[in-house]
């Protein structure tokens, strides 16, 4: 993808940040919202490739669920001109692998602080039923902060979904692979325990614990060799800090931790002085599981060992053979016919390929019933805040809308939540006309309700009719605000006698408009009110007009005053 490309017209291409087996990762600028993100693109040569496509969008609903403060954000998914791409949060920093490299040995608590930080990413995961099957630390970034992100779910698969590998392929990084992995049994959430027992070993020894000069050999070391103690590398790891390695890393998963919170309970207490006297942990249990090959292995296996079910495969005992008896043979027979009959019957009532049909925008019972009419299924409703739909309405569906499938596949859907919300905030004592702007600016629609106040000065806001911690979507929400009109005088007073410059004081304080007029066009200076409207006890409010006139007064009588 070359740089100065928009994807969708938004996202801005600025250069690479890696690229994988399946898809290429790159620095871009999000011209919305004015923002660096990162932006995953699935291979080209990968474009009609189902299977990866799946991979790809499984992803994309797997991050949508999960909301941790270490885990990667997503913020967009979509197609560009065919290419499936997804966009996530840019973490400026590197991976806990070039961490590691960079500044071991590292610091103890620093160690529990990164690893405190990765099992509560893994713990949000596991909750939803969502194993990550590849952690290790290129998978495991942290930004200039030190705050870890854990990204690259593209193989994670839901447990609800799926507990074996699909054909027993092996698909993690073979430094960081669980026993059982390597031999292509059941994976569980113990799988990725497994996993960050290597990574911590790694951050507390600076490598890890197998090496060869094959992928196969270090993975028959997985579930062959014991693991070695942290300590034997380095004598001033704490034995309790070893444990949790050597717990997490056993090779049977009843002696492994059953869950994260069991290894994060561990963890907070390793380097307390009552923990400084433990012995070294030791499994209670070892059996060996019947191991089954791994496909994409075998060439390479069989070069490395002649003798391949010596290797990679437990041989049991040979059994006696035993002569089949003729009831037993025609019994044999009647399964085998049975079989093909059953089998003859499916070939005619195989499901046929259609395409995923366009369900944007329409409402979930819409979308239900087109795919209903495809002979498609309804898969994982997820939801979603999306400015671009209705809440309740399709935003993206996995496989996406054009796919070729069988028919009875199931389609995942991502519903609208409708607009982001967010906490409205407390805008009491703030000037009302300020607050108005930038609350119209992003688009909520304002009211006022005038009121008096002793303690509140005019103009500023009394009372709003929202919440400051309620969550709203600002472009449809609707305000109230009681806006002071300053303090409220009982009525209008008698400035009769009152001098010209006392009137201003009174007008000015009553927040009055004051107009002046003189009772004759005499040339003598008129300088006290002798005449006012409002007339005397009727009630003012802030920006009345005050209306006074203004005589002299009479030299034979200080109470009287004269018209000319």
């Known amino acids: 993808m070359r740089a100065g490309y928009a994807i969708n017209g938004r996202y801005r291409i600025i250069r690479s940040l890696g690229e994988g087996g399946m898809a290429n990762v790159y620095l871009a600028y999000d011209l919305i919202l004015e923002r660096e993100v990162a932006v995953k693109l699935l291979r080209l040569d990968l474009s009609d490739d189902k ?130 992995q390597a031999r292509g049994s059941m994976i569980t959430q113990q799988s990725d325990i497994y996993s960050l027992g290597i990574i911590l070993f790694e951050m507390l020894t600076g490598r890890v614990p197998y090496d060869g000069e094959t992928a196969v050999s270090i993975a028959l070391k997985h579930y062959r060799s014991q693991m070695p103690a942290p300590r034997s590398f380095k004598r001033d790891i704490p034995q309790a800090l070893e444990n949790i390695v050597l717990h997490a890393t056993a090779k049977d998963c009843t002696d492994r931790y059953q869950n994260v919170e069991e290894m994060q309970a561990d963890l907070a207490t390793c380097l307390d002085e009552k923990r400084a006297a433990e012995q070294q942990w030791r499994p209670r249990t070892h059996v060996e599981e019947e191991t089954k090959i791994l496909p994409n292995f075998y ?134 006309s300020d607050v108005k702007r930038k609350l119209k600016a992003q688009g909520v629609t304002v009211k006022q309700e005038k009121q008096y106040s002793d303690s509140v000065a005019s103009g500023e806001i009394i009372a709003q009719s929202i919440s400051p911690k309620k969550k709203v979507a600002f472009a449809k929400t609707t305000v109230t605000f009681t806006v002071s009109q300053g303090q409220n005088f009982e009525g209008m007073i008698d400035l009769t006698g009152y001098t010209l410059s006392e009137a201003k004081e009174y007008a000015r304080e009553c927040g009055l408009e004051l107009v002046v007029k003189k009772a004759s066009s005499s040339k003598k200076k008129a300088t006290f009110v002798i005449a006012q409207e409002p007339a005397v006890g009727t009630p003012l409010h802030e920006g009345d007009v005050l209306e006074i006139t203004l005589g002299r007064k009479n030299e034979n009588s200080p109470y009287n005053y004269e018209v000319e």
């Open 299 to 432: 060439d390479e296996v069989a070069r490395e060992d002649k003798n391949l079910t010596k290797t990679i495969q437990i041989t049991p005992e040979p059994k006696k053979a035993v002569k089949k008896t003729p009831k037993r043979l025609k019994i044999w027979l009647l399964m085998i016919l049975s079989i093909l009959v059953v089998l003859g019957a499916l070939i005619y009532t195989l499901p046929k390929d259609v395409s995923v049909p366009d369900l944007k925008g329409m409402h979930k019972k819409e979308a239900v019933q087109l795919l209903e009419s495809q002979r498609l299924s309804l898969g994982k409703v997820t939801y979603q805040y999306d400015a671009r739909y209705d809440a309740g309405c399709v935003t993206f569906t996995s496989p996406s809308k054009g796919t070729t499938v069988k028919q009875r596949t199931k389609i995942d859907l991502i519903l609208s939540k409708g607009l982001p919300k967010k906490a409205f905030g407390d805008y009491r004592g703030r000037d009302f």
């Open 51 to 180: 299977a990866a496509i799946r991979r790809f969008q499984r992803e994309a609903n797997s991050l949508i669920e999960l909301d941790d403060p270490h885990i990667v954000d997503i913020f967009d998914v979509g197609e560009d001109h065919g290419m499936q791409y997804l966009v996530m949060e840019y973490v400026k920093g590197m991976d806990l692998k070039r961490y590691i490299e960079k500044y071991k040995p590292l610091a103890y608590a620093k160690v529990i602080e990164i690893m405190e930080q990765i099992l509560s990413a893994v713990k949000e995961a596991h909750s939803h039923g969502i194993i990550h099957r590849d952690l290790k630390p290129q998978n495991i970034l942290l930004d200039e902060a030190g705050n870890v992100k854990i990204t690259d779910f593209g193989i994670a698969i839901a447990l609800a979904e799926e507990t074996m590998t699909k054909t027993n392929t092996l698909m993690g990084s073979v430094h960081y692979i669980s026993p059982e």
